[in-house]
């Protein structure tokens, strides 16, 4: 048995001074536990907030890997826990339709063979092929194209259940059977970079779309009809609408905090997802990288990832899931509790796993990560096991 120590942050609230208690995988018991069996090994750093292991559902690269080939997925994996990390997607963007299948085959395959001591490999989520190239925002246009029943088909086949969210245009040609195809297959279908009018968006979410890829970025500006009327732009649409879960970047640049906090009152604690969107070069020193596409860019302490041909163009950000913790509680005034929702509980419950991790609750796997005050990682563990500890 393991029996960790600290301020626990549970869905509800924190229980200050309490512990967790894991037996094998699972958690047995939460609280403030003053009996546990002899042999039990405890882990107590006064003072440590220990929070459910981070879950990211869209990020395309981290430390030297991008997501592209299993040795990179592999490598992002045993990153991601010194990053209080336990589960992610491997996203990728601007692929060809043969390097979109091979990517859902290395994702499967590394699913089949998960690594000892990273963080879990939970599916593959595809930004794309089917974007609209108005809105490509970090995408390279010949990448993009409209939905084609025979090649979607064969993406889903490919990634079976192992798909868990595709983010296309639901405004173009073609993509209400893709999203129909999408639900078949319980893909969750997101909508992301669009320029989808109100009309659009209703008739996805009556063929099934439920999710927002990173809300207010790549999304079309507000056009004013006339003087003093204010439409609503596509945001704002997503905003009002009902059924729908949205991903923020809380990154501090990519999202203003107070529009976080706006898409948190307008469409529920329990419907926003914190997601990195990080890149390649994530946790290393300033400087230039490729993306998995070739193109290059570069990164910049509490900046975002640039591409170097015209640095107006955002790529993605350098967040890992700490700090997207700490700047929701920071710079959006979140509590602990409301703060770990969006990390770790909703994102599990929008690809279907929030009965078996998420939040530190009797029962679920023990997928746990442990914080200093200054929201660094000093140990993390993956289903029951310490995969990371700070040196
Ligand atoms: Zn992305």
Redesign the pocket.
């Known amino acids: 048995m393991l029996f960790i120590k600290g301020n626990i942050v549970t869905p509800t609230r924190v229980i200050n001074k309490g512990g967790v208690l894991i037996e094998k995988d699972k958690i047995v018991k939460v609280g403030r536990i003053k009996k546990y069996p002899p042999l039990t090994k405890i882990f107590d750093i006064p003072g440590s907030t220990v929070v459910p292991g981070f879950i990211d559902i869209?990020m395309?690269g981290l430390g030297k890997y991008t997501t592209k080939g299993k040795k990179n997925i592999i490598g992002i994996s045993n990153l991601e826990p010194s990053y209080g990390t336990t589960g992610f997607l491997p996203?990728l963007?601007c692929a060809t339709h043969k390097e979109y299948l091979q990517f859902l085959q290395d994702v499967k395959d590394v699913i089949k063979d998960q690594p000892e001591k990273g963080a879990k490999i939970l599916g593959a989520h595809l930004?794309g092929p089917y974007i609209n190239p108005i809105m490509k925002g970090g995408m390279d246009e010949k990448y993009l194209r409209l939905p084609d029943k025979k090649e979607y088909q064969e993406l889903i086949r490919a990634g079976g259940r192992d798909l868990k969210i595709m983010t296309l245009s639901p405004e173009l040609p073609g993509s209400i059977g893709l999203i129909k195809s999408l639900r078949k297959n319980n893909t969750v279908a997101s909508l992301g970079h669009s320029m989808a009018k109100e009309d659009d968006v209703r008739k996805a979410i009556r063929a099934g779309l439920t999710h927002i890829c990173?809300l207010f970025n790549a999304f079309p500006p507000q056009k004013p009809r006339e003087l003093g009327v204010r439409e609503p732009s596509l945001a704002d649409i997503c905003l009002a609408m009902d059924g729908l879960t949205a991903e923020v970047n809380p990154d501090g640049i990519h999202v203003h905090p107070l529009m976080i906090r706006l898409a948190i009152k307008a469409m529920g604690l329990e419907n926003i997802v914190a997601i990195t969107?990080s890149m390649m070069g994530t946790g290393l020193p300033e400087g230039t990288y490729r993306m998995s596409d070739g193109r290059k860019f570069r990164t910049k302490k509490g900046d975002v990832a640039r591409l170097v041909e015209n640095e107006r163009i955002i790529v993605?950000s350098i967040l890992t899931m700490n700090f997207a913790f700490k700047n929701l509680v920071k710079k959006c005034g979140l509590s602990f509790s409301q703060a770990s929702l969006l990390t770790s509980l909703n994102p599990a419950r929008i690809i279907g796993l929030d009965r078996l991790t998420g939040s530190i609750e009797v029962g679920k796997k023990a997928d746990i990560a442990v914080l200093d005050s200054n929201f660094e990682c000093l140990m993390t563990f993956v289903e029951g096991k310490l995969v990371y500890q700070k040196t």
């Open positions: 869209h395309h996203t963007a930004e990173h969107d993605g």
